[in-house]
């Protein structure tokens, strides 16, 4: 049976290279939820992201399990500062996405972007469309790329760390917008993050990796206060305090 549009569901996911580096994990994800998964670096979480998308860096490869997707699914990574194209105008990279989704006239895609800034809070998206990614800001960058995600209008937006190159208030902002966008259109989230602290201040639910192994999971607030792992602990007695950030998130 199909799932429902929104809905993720990876089952016993095993990731091989020389060695395998992701172990049977089994995770879902329902219409509409903001779920985390939380790991220190080499734990196996950002290659799951890319195996849900079939983007596994080269020499790697699904080697067990399933990964079922219900609708269209669009991912946002973790370094705006590489992406881009720089010698495109960003305007013109967003239009050209938007008429690849939706067809039409270059004039009907350049309006859609220019609504699609707006959507993403960035200031004057006029004078935006015309520049080049070395004339925005980290920041901006960023919310260029999350543009450029909506528009192909997806069910399940991946998020790889989305503000780990941003600072601290900038960080603030994009979570509240991330956030926002979810709630007014309806996105399932699957939120990527080292810092337990930013996941559970947008996600209602935590899975937590180590070694390629899930080793927790549940609500955010039984997470942060009532850990049961002791890797789980480790993570949150170095994030104190917590317990109002999960209070903010639970769902």
Do not use: W
Not at 19 to 48: C, F, N, R, Y
Not at 55 to 75: C, F, I, K, T
């Amino acid at each position: 049976m199909s799932l429902s549009r929104g809905a993720l569901a990876v089952t016993g996911l095993r990731i091989t290279g020389e060695t395998e580096l992701v172990h049977g994990i089994d995770l879902s994800l329902e219409p509409g939820e903001a779920l985390g998964i939380v790991g220190e670096s080499g734990s196996g979480k950002t290659l799951t992201l890319r195996a849900v998308t079939g983007l596994l860096p080269r020499g790697l490869r699904v080697s067990g399990g399933q990964v079922e997707v219900g609708g269209r699914v669009a991912m946002i990574f973790q370094d705006p500062l590489s992406y881009p194209d720089p010698m495109t105008r960003v305007g013109s990279l967003l239009a050209e996405v938007c008429r690849a989704r939706h067809g039409g006239s270059v004039v009907s895609a350049r309006a859609r972007a220019r609504d699609l800034f707006a959507d993403v809070r960035l200031p004057d998206p006029d004078a935006l469309l015309r520049r080049y990614p070395h004339q925005l800001s980290g920041g901006q960058r960023q919310r260029v790329l999350l543009a450029i995600a909506l528009a192909t209008e997806p069910d399940i937006l991946l998020c790889d760390e989305p503000t780990t190159a941003l600072d601290v208030t900038v960080q603030a902002e994009v979570l509240a917008l991330l956030a926002e966008l979810r709630a007014g259109r309806g996105l399932s989230l699957l939120f990527v993050s080292h810092d337990l602290a930013v996941v559970a201040s947008l996600c209602g639910r935590v899975v937590v990796f180590r070694d390629g192994v899930l080793v927790e999971t549940g609500l955010t607030a039984d997470i942060v206060n009532r850990p049961t792992h002791v890797y789980t602990k480790a993570l949150v007695d170095a994030v104190l305090p917590l317990p109002a950030l999960a209070e903010v998130s639970g769902e």
